[in-house]
């Protein structure tokens, strides 16, 4: 079994940074892709960034390319989302999701591990 725990998020101005941690544990990480997605109230969960195994392909939501970079350590087990030029739109609660797989997929349905979820919330 895989769990994923997120954390970093907060309360930030627009225009403001955060980086957001995903720890995993369980199995073998660098086996895994992982992504990032985020639910604003209301709306569907969205895909955001995704990251292979191996670190070397990257992809992202239309809405945070240039803003935010998807990486990870696989020495310690963690991914990061770090974002920069926050706006109010971007306030989401961000979840983590794993799968075993070698390419990344902003496909929901692609991943079969989830974490709980950190809340961003980015003031005007």
């Known amino acids: 079994q895989v769990q994923l725990v997120e954390s970093g998020g907060g309360l930030v101005q627009a225009g403001g940074s955060l980086r957001l941690s995903c720890a995993v544990s369980?199995?073998?990480?660098?086996?895994?892709?992982m992504g990032w997605f985020r639910q604003a109230p209301g709306k569907e969960r969205e895909f955001v960034a995704a990251i292979s195994w191996r670190g070397d392909i990257t992809m992202y939501a239309e809405s945070v390319k240039g803003r935010f970079t998807i990486s990870r350590d696989n020495a310690k087990n963690t991914v990061f989302l770090q974002m920069n030029s926050l706006t109010p739109e971007d306030t989401a609660v961000y979840f983590c999701?794993?799968?075993?797989?070698?390419?990344?997929?902003?496909?929901?349905?692609?991943?079969?591990?989830w974490g709980q979820g950190t809340q961003v919330t980015v003031s005007s």
């Open positions: 999701a794993a799968d075993r797989r070698y390419m990344p997929t902003s496909s929901r349905s692609q991943y079969n591990y």
């Open positions: 369980g199995r073998t990480f660098s086996s895994y892709i």
